[in-house]
């Protein structure tokens, strides 16, 4: 008499009797800090000169910041550059000066700041706001919640497949693929003058967070 061996007896097991179900968590919360793209561009002639007017702009704006409460830790720069500006005429190329572009990441604590940062900005020399985006100072606590949701949603997923089959399922699942993203909404605006000293309506919604999963599980005929 063959007796299989219970490892490839289980082996076999797992090939044949397989329910594979996808998960998925979703939590919204609201979001807690903020993270604004500003910055000063400046063209001129000459090289120097556009450097020292951005510059003292540049400064200017830094300083306003500060005197609203934002730690200077909180200020960085994100980019700088400088790029000659040309003028097409003809099919000829002609020189027509320097731009010098210098952009800050700024981020936010108190959200609540966020439109009076932006009016601040531009009111002492900003010209260029973008990529206004609210995040979370416990994304990842919350993001390990919508893991668990994701699972149990797997599990309840399984538990439905087996029972319209009325097969046996074995609980504890044999596999599990974390595929999670996460979806921050944003505003993005762009500057050119400031009109007037009301506070910019900027409203930052709500923060949703997406953890998905993919799962498998054996079960008994």
Do not use: C, W
Not at 45 to 60: D, G, H, R, V, W
Not at 181 to 198: C, D, M, R, T, Y
């Amino acid at each position: 008499m063959y007796t299989q061996n219970p490892l490839i007896r289980n082996q076999q097991l797992q090939k044949t009797n397989l329910i594979k179900v996808t998960g998925e968590g979703v939590i919204s919360i609201q979001p807690d800090t903020a993270k604004i793209h500003l910055g000063v561009i400046t063209e001129n002639i000459e090289l120097n000169t556009a450097q020292q007017q951005n510059s003292s702009t540049a400064t200017k704006v830094i300083q306003s910041l500060l005197s609203l409460g934002i730690d200077k830790k909180q200020i960085q720069t994100f980019e700088y550059r400088i790029e000659p500006i040309y003028d097409f005429e003809q099919g000829k190329q002609i020189f027509r000066g320097y731009k010098i572009t210098h952009i800050l990441q700024v981020n936010i604590e108190d959200i609540s700041l966020t439109g009076k940062v932006v009016d601040t900005a531009v009111q002492n020399g900003a010209n260029y706001v973008s990529n206004i985006q609210f995040t979370s100072k416990f994304i990842d606590t919350y993001y390990n919640q919508a893991l668990a949701l994701a699972l149990n949603n797997a599990n309840e997923k399984a538990k439905t497949i087996a029972n319209t089959l009325r097969v046996s399922l074995l609980m504890t699942p044999i596999q599990i693929k974390e595929e999670g993203s996460l979806i921050q909404p944003f505003e993005i605006h762009q500057v050119s003058s400031a009109k007037g000293f009301a506070t910019t309506p900027i409203q930052p919604g709500q923060l949703t967070i997406k953890a998905n999963i993919s799962a498998e599980f054996l079960y008994q005929i």
